[in-house]
């Protein structure tokens, strides 16, 4: 069975930072394509980034393009989102998934692994 546990949420102001990380179990890490989404209330699951098995190709949604950057530790099977210039219309539940192709994708369906998600909370 594989688990995803994210952790690194909280509450901050505009312009603050926060680090996401998602602790993997049960499958061989280095294979898989990790994602982040994120979810607001009353809105559809959106993508936020992903990168792939070796690391060499990452991909962002336009709205935290330069402000996000997702990274992994394959040593420590742990993907981290480092989240800079926080904006209020990033508060969301954030989801860390995993795939079971090493490739990256924006589309939450062909992510097969989900954590249980933690809340980030960005004040004006």
């Known amino acids: 069975q594989v688990q995803l546990v994210e952790s690194g949420g909280g509450s901050v102001q505009a312009g603050g930072s926060l680090r996401l990380s998602c602790a993997v179990s049960g499958r061989s890490f280095s294979s898989t394509g990790m994602g982040w989404f994120r979810q607001a209330p009353g809105k559809e699951r959106e993508f936020v980034a992903s990168r792939s098995w070796g690391g060499g190709i990452t991909i962002y949604a336009d709205s935290v393009k330069g402000r996000f950057t997702i990274s992994r530790d394959n040593a420590k099977n742990t993907v981290y989102l480092q989240m800079n210039s926080l904006k209020p219309e990033d508060t969301a539940v954030y989801y860390c998934?995993?795939?079971?192709?090493?490739?990256?994708?924006?589309?939450?369906?062909?992510?097969?692994?989900w954590g249980q998600g933690t809340q980030v909370t960005v004040s004006s």
């Open positions: 998934a995993a795939r079971p192709t090493g490739r990256v994708s924006r589309s939450h369906d062909e992510y097969d692994y």
